[in-house]
């Protein structure tokens, strides 16, 4: 596609309840990224994936978070047993060797 | 690590100049700025690389210092349009992002 598509843009979901969030990024690019900002917050880096190496994992905040990224092109960001401090807007991105592309983000409100 | 920008935020009037720094600890590979308006995901504005070159993009322009590991945003002539929160996002060689915290610029008339 011309863009990353993230899907859902909004997104309820009760304490405690299982979330998966989409990303489709840039056809042909090989690095993705998820990243969280809470309100008024900077970007907090959660994963990144690059080609067919082992992804980076480091920024992911506890083992309720997952990602997966499946023939190197959708990623699907889990978070389970979500809790209220899950709250944020996720954002993905998808880079070539230049240039990186955001997403429009998936608001995720936890109650 | 996270890159270190200052200032935190600046207020401009509109024509007024402004400089953002970003400062990191480790060897850089690239440096890249974004900015982001409330609401939005952060837009791409340029990459730098090693070797010093400067970029523009309209009348913003950057600068990379990879010995010194910094690089500085001018914004030149501010416009309304300027206002939003500028990200310095640095690149080690595997090419994983660290963003700063963020530079807010408010442009006013």
């Known amino acids: ?111 | 690590q996270q890159p270190v920008q200052s200032p935190q935020a600046v207020i401009l009037r509109e024509g007024e100049d402004a400089v953002i720094n970003c400062s990191s600890s480790k060897a850089l590979y690239s440096v890249h700025w974004y900015r982001q308006k409330h609401g939005e995901a952060p837009v791409f504005l340029m990459i730098l690389l090693k070797g010093g070159e400067q970029m523009r993009h309209e009348k913003i322009s950057a600068s990379f210092n990879e010995k010194k590991q910094q690089s500085s945003l001018y914004l030149t002539a501010s416009q309304l349009s300027y206002s939003g929160t500028y990200f310095c996002v640095t690149t080690d060689s595997w090419g994983k992002l660290q963003f700063g915290a963020g530079t807010q610029v408010v442009v006013t008339p």
């Not at chain 1, 009760?14 to 690019?29: A, F, N, T």
């Not at chain 1, 998820?34 to 905040?61: C, H, M, T, V």
């Not at chain 1, 389970?80 to 592309?101: F, H, K, N, P």
Request: charged share 20%.
């Open chain 1, 1 to 111: 596609g011309a863009g990353v598509s993230q899907s859902p843009s909004n997104k309820v979901t009760e304490k405690g309840k299982d979330v998966e969030l989409r990303c489709d990024p840039i056809s042909g690019h090989t690095a993705l990224y998820w990243y969280r900002q809470s309100l008024g917050q900077g970007l907090e880096f959660l994963i990144y994936f690059q080609g067919n190496s082992a992804p980076d994992k480091s920024g992911l905040p506890s083992d309720r978070f997952s990602a997966e990224r499946t023939g190197g092109s959708v990623s699907t960001l889990t978070i389970q047993r979500t809790q209220q401090e899950d709250s944020a807007v996720y954002l993905c991105a998808s880079s070539s060797r230049y240039g990186y592309t955001f997403g429009s983000g998936t608001r995720l409100t936890v109650v």
